[in-house]
């Protein structure tokens, strides 16, 4: 399978905990983009990286949340300090400015669903 | 006011029924917009790109008024399978990169 990839799918933790996703984009991808998507909403941009850099963040991005993307390839999202609101989907995607086909697609991978209790 | 704003519906139909949906947003410097399909728990899929002279792709219609702000989507002969929510995107940012916007998504069911 080379679509996005998330690990995990699923994660229930305690308030106060802190969590850390991965994101393994399509590989010729270079840029890299994290979502939030809460019930009934659509996807909130979060942040975007083009090859290691982090080159834009969302206001909802708070001080808590730290995302990298150190070599280029996978990402990584932690969030510290939990809390029962951070509860939602995370979702990434990837795209290649180079790539031929539909301008603009973004490929999204399955999200990591986490639960804050 | 929201950035990008959808009926939330949901709309039912019969198979075979056409039905549209539209979508308006606010940010008028916006370059790109796009019709995303996302089915229940499941991550979201580009359906269809919209271009200001219209686009069809089988099916699926899609309309862009930039006068307006006003962007549609178009289904004919619906299909069970057409069952998800359509979100309406748009590109928010203006620095070289796809920062899409999202609706909150139009619930669309199909029934036999």
């Known amino acids: 399978d080379t679509g996005v990839s998330q690990d995990p799918r699923h994660k229930i933790t305690k308030r106060g905990q802190n969590v850390t996703f991965r994101c393994d984009p399509i590989s010729e991808h270079n840029r890299l983009y994290w979502y939030r998507q809460t019930l009934g909403q659509g996807p909130e941009f979060l942040t975007y990286f083009q090859n290691e850099a982090q080159l834009e963040k969302s206001r909802l991005l708070s001080d808590r949340f730290s995302a990298e993307r150190p070599k280029g390839s996978f990402s990584t999202l932690e969030i510290q300090r939990t809390e029962q609101g951070d509860s939602a989907m995370y979702l990434c995607a990837s795209s290649s400015r180079r790539r031929e086909g539909r301008e603009g697609e973004q490929f999204f991978g399955p999200g990591t669903r986490l639960t804050v209790l | 006011r929201k950035e990008v704003e959808q009926d939330p519906g949901p709309f039912n139909v019969p198979e075979g029924a056409t039905v549209a949906f539209n979508c308006t947003y606010s940010n008028s410097a916006s370059q790109s917009f796009f019709w995303y399909r996302q089915d229940c728990r499941k991550e979201p899929k580009l359906l269809m790109s919209?271009?200001?002279s219209g686009n069809e792709d089988g099916r699926f219609t899609a309309q862009l008024n930039r006068a307006s702000q006003y962007i549609s989507l178009l289904i004919r002969d619906s299909k069970l399978s057409d069952s998800a929510t359509y979100l309406c995107?748009?590109?928010?940012?203006?620095?070289?990169?796809?920062?899409?916007?999202f609706g909150t998504g139009t619930r669309l069911l199909v029934s036999p």
């Open positions: 995107v748009v590109n928010g940012d203006m620095k070289g990169f796809q920062k899409l916007v």
């Open positions: 919209v271009y200001s």
